[in-house]
Each structure stands twice: as structure tokens, then as C-alpha cells.
């Protein structure tokens, strides 16, 4: 099922409740937060007492992406603060499938991260531990980017691993997406979209989340 996961990242912070109405007005049933560390990332952004704030005003599920070192330290954390979803480098933790299994453990959805040019062998040994794989088209730390097209062969290469070894994981997909590019990524075989400029950069985030589903709906 194609799910629009708005990065709230672009969103206006002064008007974060109202920007995530909005979105979920669109269609949204995802909400992306992007969890940078200046470690890991060059960027700073937002920590857990923001994820239960936004816990207390939404039904929508929240979807952590963490973009710190040592992600096996705070990732349960997030559970524990409201997240559905944790995502961890792979790039990040040489403990991936202890880090992954916490995550489970503790009731979240457990998401494997990876950026363009860190190959999918790296993961593949921990696909059975994880429920979804975040596939990086920019290099994280910044919303705006342009989408790194050979994403396009990585996203039908990791597809193609997933349904050839019978698995369930779902991919989604993080950086430079908007409703130019979204069908091209969706018949690749995502399902989860994350769109932050493209969903807030306008200013009319129902209207751009209608466009994104309008534009992705196509019969795979
Ligand atoms: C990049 C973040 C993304 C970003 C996406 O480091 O992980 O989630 O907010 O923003 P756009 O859609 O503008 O590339
Ligand atoms: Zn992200």
C-alpha cells in the first residue's frame, strides 16, 4: 500500500500541530521526523520530547528516522516516547541486529537506514530482523536535495532481494521525492514516500500531499 510520509523537517515549527492536521487532511498517514545529531550528520534537529509532543496531538504513525551515532543507545527510547517506527544507519551501529531487536522488543517497527553509496550487501543479513528499509536518495542532513537518480537501480535491486527471499519488509524511500518523480519510484517497488520540500515547500501541504497520492497511484 503507498503510504506519503511528510518530513516534518520543511514543515513550519511554529505551526507544527496545524502543519500535521494538514498533511493528514491530505491523505498523509505517515509522519516523517528526521533526528539529526551533528555527529553522524552535518545538522542538528529534533530530539525525543518532540516525538511525545507529537505523540499527544496525533494518531498518524511516527516514523523516527536517526541520523545519530550510536543509535543503539537512544533507540528505544524513541518507542518509548510514542514513535511507531525506528530507523538506524547501517553506516552507524556494528550492532545492527541487537539494535533492531530492542526496537521490536519494545513494541516499535524496526527500519534498517542506508545512504546512496553504502552498498545493499551490507544489509542484507539483517533483513529478517527488521520490518522496513530506508533507502537514502540524498545524502542525509539536509531537506531540499536533489534525488541521486541511481537510487532508481538500488530501490529495484533491494525490491527484487526482498520478494525473492519471501520476505514481508517494506521500503521506503527519503530525499528529493515530489510529484515529478514519485510514479517512477513508486513502479520501482516503494511504498512508503517521504517528501519534505515537496510536500511543505509550497505552502499548501493538503493540496501537495493529494498531488503526491494522485501521482503514485500507479498499477505495479
Ligand atoms: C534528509 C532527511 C529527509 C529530508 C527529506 O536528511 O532524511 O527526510 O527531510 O526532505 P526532501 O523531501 O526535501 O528531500
Ligand atoms: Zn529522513
Redesign the pocket.
Known sequence: MLEIAP?I??SDFTRLAEEIRAVQAGGATVL?V?V?DGHF?P?ITIGIPVVESIRKITDLTIDT?L?IEEPSRFAVKFVEAGADMVSVHVEADVHLQRTLTAIREAGGQAGIAINPATSLTSLEEALPFADFVLL?S????????K?IHTSIDKLRRMRRIIDDRGLKTRIEI?????ASNIAEIVESGAEII??????F?KGKPTEAVKELLDAGTVWV
Request: aromatic content about 6%; cysteine-free; charged content about 10%.
Open positions: 518530513s523537517l520543511s516523517h528526521d539529526m550528520v545538522n528516522h541520523m537514502m540524498v545524502n542525509p542532513g539536509f531537506g531540499g536535495q534525488f527519503d530525499g528529493g521525492i515530489d517521504v517528501s519534505g520540500t515537496g510536500v515547500g
